[in-house]
């Protein structure tokens, strides 16, 4: 099993920054992926931003590139999500979430095998 933990979330202004941290126990070592996702009240999962094991390829949601940046320390068992630029359409519960496998679509949240149990973030006008 792989446990994972979110932190990091809270409120900031539009064109603030925040960074979210995950950090993950288990068998960490055996995922192939991370990944950020996040939901709003209504909406379904969206994913924001990816990263592989290994080389640490990337993967980001048009909305978010330029201005949020994945992140991964493995002697740490950590993935980090750093978020500049703020909207306040970025408001949303962020979940983190790991997967086994290789991903073709690695933003796809149903391929992920395991996920945390989300930090909130608000983002003001």
């Known amino acids: 099993q792989v446990h994972l933990v979110e932190s990091g979330g809270g409120s900031a202004q539009a064109g603030g920054s925040l960074r979210l941290s995950c950090v993950a126990s288990?068998?960490?070592?055996?995922?192939?992926?991370m990944g950020w996702f996040r939901q709003s009240p209504g909406k379904e999962r969206e994913g924001v931003a990816a990263?592989?094991?290994?080389?640490?390829?990337?993967d980001y949601a048009d909305s978010v590139k330029g201005r949020f940046t994945i992140s991964r320390d493995n002697a740490k068992n950590t993935v980090y999500l750093q978020m500049n630029s703020l909207e306040p359409e970025d408001t949303a519960m962020y979940y983190c979430?790991?997967?086994?496998?290789?991903?073709?679509?690695?933003?796809?949240?149903?391929?992920?095998?395991?996920w945390g149990q989300g930090t909130q973030v608000t983002v003001s006008s």
């Open positions: 288990g068998n960490f070592y055996s995922m192939y992926w």
């Open positions: 990263i592989r094991s290994g080389e640490s390829n990337t």
């Open positions: 979430a790991a997967a086994r496998g290789y991903l073709i679509q690695p933003l796809r949240a149903t391929l992920y095998n395991y």
